[in-house]
């Protein structure tokens, strides 16, 4: 008894000192009826209704949640983030503030406690909303809308960590807590409740049809032979099913290519054969080709030339020797010494901050050295470089990169109906998002199968097909996991057999995959841009239905 009067009176005491702390900005108070009605609660709303026409009537109690559903909360405070985080930690300055805290989200499904996530400092509210003045703000859980959302990757985040299990068949209440957080130190300081609210959510498993399940007939003209390969064909009618109820999500194609054969060619949501898909950085790969054409055609002596061979680098900012030194091979093998880091949002060189400006190349050559990164020594995911690579080959291709790729890449292997992006030079962007075909994909995948052979025809050096496809740095914080030449390499484990995997990879899920063990090359493309589940369920496509299909 005395221990729990004890607590009280030290929570009472905190809440006191909390309540004394003056607020650090003036906010915009309490703004309406509605508002004043509400403080402290999390509301549920069907799509983004305007806050001057959001009524009472409009709180969800009950939702059907479905794959293109439209779920938003509305969260009504008495304060804004920032003077709550003021209250952990009134000492720190405003600005420190906002880098050190943000607000906490913890989820409960019928009671049970399933996950919390603390948001990144760097997630804001939305257009007029502010972390120092808002006490009102509004986030979409999930969206058809095409909205882009860190409060969206969190419900999915929730959804891997135990929701998804939790959100079984049937009738289930959601509840959501949030609390603002500071971290400190490495040590983090959780305020009290700003605010909470429940739902029920409805949840039904799409009925599926015997068309939805059924493998889908290869139709003529492929452009490939095709496989008489005997497979299991339930476990790809249980992929389908797993597709079409929206367990594996956003997929668009998966098409196997077994023994130099078509074997099958599915398409989802909408795709179809003809479809150009966007596989992002998938598209890098494409990059490593050239350059090893371009070798062999002599328009680049070899990948260990060094960028001040192309470039004047003194004429660009944050010039040093060490930047002289830069080869081929680093930007190839993300393991230069730039300070840039796609994985790291305040990396200077983050492919981010490198899109809004008028030129990319410029923008990369302008970049610091990184005084911890040694030219080849540690990988580290960086987009600008890719851009330079293919700025270099447009340079010193007589008549550019563009027409040269179509020449003694594309119509070697019969590919006509692609799209390329461009940079601000108009200069093909060999960092992504080269649109093609899953069928043509394929191809580019089966050519590396084939050890640089087409046809009979040798269309990339057999030397730069294994300098491209061999361990040329471990990829950092991933256990047995490397780099090629803008190729990355993992093995996947099924029946106790690892099988080694050289890959193209591009942001949503999209993976070209060549099996060094087996006779296959699969292509799976997918939507699932920025969302959590994208690689992985590219590993469960192969590993929990292509492979028992063809080895059991």
């Known amino acids: 008894m005395k221990n729990i009067f004890l607590l009280i009176l030290i929570n009472l005491a905190n809440f006191i000192a909390s309540a004394q702390i003056p607020d650090l900005y003036k ?7 509605l508002h004043r009605s ?91 909303g502010s972390k120092n003045t808002s006490t009102i703000f509004r986030v979409p859980l999930t969206s058809s809308k095409g909205e882009d959302w860190w409060a969206m990757y969190m419900w999915e985040r929730f959804k891997l960590n135990g929701g998804e299990k939790a959100l079984t068949d049937g009738n289930h209440q959601l509840k959501i807590e949030i609390r603002p957080y500071i971290k400190i130190d490495e040590t983090i300081k959780v305020g009290s409740l700003i605010a909470d609210g429940q739902i029920k959510l409805i949840i039904k498993t799409p009925k599926l049809t ?17 496989s008489n390969f005997q497979f299991d ?28 054969k078509l074997m099958l060619e599915e398409y989802f949501n909408g795709a179809k054969r003809s479809t150009l898909h966007d596989t992002r950085s998938a598209g890098k790969s494409f990059t490593s080709t050239l350059m090893g054409i371009a070798i062999k055609d002599g328009y680049i ?110 119509k070697p292997l019969n590919i006509t109906n692609y799209q390329w992006q461009y940079t601000p030079q108009k200069v093909v962007n060999t960092a992504g998002s080269l649109q093609m075909t899953s069928l043509d994909y394929a191809k580019y995948a089966q050519l590396y199968k084939n050890n640089g052979v087409w046809n009979g025809k040798q269309i990339i050096p057999s030397e730069w097909v294994q300098k491209t496809l061999t361990h040329q740095i ?15 390499n993992k093995s996947l484990l099924f029946n106790g057999v690892n099988h080694e995997i050289y890959y193209c990879a591009g942001n949503g899920g999209n993976e070209f995959l060549i099996f060094k063990d087996l006779p296959l090359v699969i292509i799976i493309t997918s939507k699932a841009f920025n969302k959590p589940y994208g690689h992985p369920q590219a590993d469960k496509i192969i590993v929990d239905y292509l492979l028992p299909a063809i080895l059991n």
Request: with cysteine.
């Open 233 to 260: 064909k339930k476990k790809i009618e249980m992929l389908n099913a797993a597709i079409a109820s929206y367990s594996l999500k956003d997929i668009t194609s998966v098409v196997v290519i077994h023994d130099g």
């Open 27 to 33: 906010t915009d108070g309490i703004v309406g009826e």
């Open 474 to 488: 471990q990829i950092q914080e991933r256990d047995n996991q490397f780099y090629g030449y803008l190729f990355w």
């Open 38 to 128: 509400n403080i402290g609660r999390v509301t549920f709303m069907n799509e983004n209704i305007p806050l001057n026409e959001y009524q009472s009537s409009d709180f969800l109690k009950s939702f059907e949640l479905t794959h293109n559903s439209d779920l938003n909360i509305r969260v009504f405070m008495d304060n804004s983030v920032a003077n709550y985080l003021h209250r952990l930690a009134p000492h720190l300055s405003a600005e420190e503030l906002l880098k050190a805290g943000n607000l906490q989200f913890t989820f409960y499904v019928d009671n049970k406690f399933i996950y919390q996530e603390n948001i990144d400092q760097g997630c804001n509210f939305g257009s007029g």
């Open 301 to 410: 002596k070899n990948e260990y030339q060094t960028l001040n061979t192309f470039y004047n680098l003194k004429q660009f900012a944050n010039y040093e020797a060490k930047k002289d030194s830069v080869r081929i091979k680093d930007l190839l093998s993300m393991s230069s010494a730039f300070n840039g880091s796609d994985a790291n949002s305040d990396s200077p060189g983050n492919e981010e901050n490198m899109y809004p400006t008028n030129n990319w190349v410029k923008f990369t050559l302008d970049l610091p050295m990184d005084k911890a990164k040694t030219n080849g020594g540690k990988w580290d995911y960086f987009t600008a470089g890719v851009v330079v690579l293919g700025d270099l080959l447009n340079k010193n291709i007589p008549e550019g990169l563009e027409k040269y790729a179509d020449e003694k890449l594309f």
């Open 210 to 226: 015997a068309e939805d399940i059924r493998i889908q007939p290869i139709q003529p003209n492929s452009g490939w032979v095709i």
